[in-house]
């Protein structure tokens, strides 16, 4: 199957090369900021369809005004400003779609600051292979940019066999990464045989696993909790250096690189757990949860966003296409923990500092995670359809667990639950 996947390596450019880098971030910046506002100043003066304009249109534009007005632009790739300005008619397009939609959160365009999440990207839309090589090429420990030269990886590049799509180059801290977005044709994985799995996110911990007979927990390193009292304090001395001078440029790279810091502990952590999951466990059933709305809370918005849910969610869609596993998501308002997995009895006094309760209809004492984690798992052993209950059962997993009848209180009636 034909899949889109994306290296990412840390560059290690020469002082010519981070100059030219930086101007190429600069270009780009400035490419998409013109746009911008050329659309807001369009859309004050004209009316009707005469408002509408798109990357195509501003392009030519902009390099007709190359020549008397913009001529440091020849200094880097034309690639660069046109792929700034095709970002920014995806923005505008994601701005009507949400419109459209009646969503509550619009997010208007915005000009792009000096110095804040640099980047830019080149696109290949060339079928010519003789231009893609031209433009983009790579060897065994570099990559070669148009108008920048061959720049140096910190790791070899020779895996990537693939037609390459887009490179996106970005700085971090006091670091340049190069990401490539490459074309593969993977096999088609085969069916995982292992278990059958619940997942329960939490906070105190990360996720606690239900295969039906054992309980496993998963703790995360928490990278943001553990060094909360640094940041604070290198947030501190920023905001005592002067505006413009270099003591502050030095703080704020110091604060950047921590942040970096953080970010990288906590991605290869949800990394890591989500390979092993894809590719040891036949069947991941997951809460979809509404993890944008749950940050809103702001007495738990610091250890959720710690934990990284979305994140870890988003990875195990691809891996489990990619390994052969299958991951289903039980509906939003499942009460999992809530419901007693022994009896079926809903507790709907249940409140979320309720760590432990004792089920009022059957007596079990019930530990919250555990008891959700069993839940999800039933629910999904529950949504899986008859195709792949008997895929699952002909390479040998269990699907049939022990089955107890229990009486539902509320409707009255017998239903089989599963434990």
């Known amino acids: 199957m034909l899949v889109n996947q994306s290296f990412k390596y840390e560059l290690k450019p020469n002082n010519k090369q981070i100059g030219l880098l930086f101007k190429c971030c600069g270009v780009a910046r400035f490419a998409y900021n ?78 792009k600051k000096k110095g804040l999440h640099d980047s ?23 990559i070669r940019i148009s108008k920048i030269g061959f720049i140096r990886t910190k790791e070899s590049v020779s895996k990537l066999k693939g037609r390459i799509l887009n490179v996106t180059i970005s700085r971090e801290a006091d670091k340049w990464f190069c990401s490539l977005c490459v074309e593969l044709d993977r096999p088609s994985p085969q069916q995982v045989r292992g278990e059958i799995i619940g997942i329960d996110l939490g906070i105190n911990c990360f996720a606690t696993i239900s295969s039906g007979n054992k309980i496993v927990t998963i703790y995360s390193p928490k990278p943001l909790r553990k060094r909360i009292k640094k940041l604070k304090h290198l947030h501190r ?14 703080a704020q790279l110091r604060l950047a690189i921590l942040y970096k810091r953080i970010k990288n502990i906590r991605k290869d952590f949800i990394s890591k757990e989500t390979s092993e999951l894809a590719k040891t466990k036949s069947v991941i059933v997951i809460e979809d949860l509404n993890v944008s709305g749950m940050l809103k809370n702001h007495r738990l918005a610091r250890s959720i966003g710690d ?28 009460p999992s923990s809530k419901r007693c ?35 999800i798992r039933d629910k999904g052993i529950e949504l899986l359809d008859t195709d792949s209950l008997s895929e699952l059962q002909a390479c040998g997993v269990d699907v049939r667990p022990s089955q107890r009848m229990a009486v539902d209180n509320e409707a009255g009636i017998k239903r089989i639950l599963y434990k």
């Open 307 to 334: 934990e990284g849910w979305g994140e870890f969610r988003r990875m195990l869609e691809y891996k489990t296409q990619w390994y052969g596993s299958k991951l289903i998501k039980i509906p939003r308002f499942e």
């Open 341 to 375: 997995n022994h009896c079926g009895e809903i507790n709907h006094d249940l409140k979320l500092s309720d760590r432990i309760w004792v089920c009022l209809n059957c007596g079990i004492v019930n530990e919250r995670d555990p008891n959700a984690a069993h839940n």
């Open 120 to 142: 830019f990207r080149i696109v290949n839309n060339s079928t010519n292979q003789k231009q893609v090589i031209k433009d983009i090429r790579i060897e065994n420990d570099s």
């Open 34 to 111: 013109w746009g911008l506002a050329q659309r807001k100043e369009i859309y004050k003066i004209k009316k009707g369809k005469e408002r509408l304009t798109n990357a195509t249109k501003q392009f030519r534009e902009l390099n007709a005004l190359k020549k008397t007005m913009f001529p440091w632009m020849y200094e880097v790739s034309k690639y660069v400003p046109q792929s700034a300005l095709k970002d920014l008619d995806q923005a505008y397009s994601n701005l009507y779609r949400r419109v459209r939609n009646h969503e509550r959160k619009i997010g208007k365009p915005k000009f």
């Open 237 to 250: 001395r920023l905001n005592n250096k002067h505006e413009g001078s270099s003591n502050r440029k030095k």
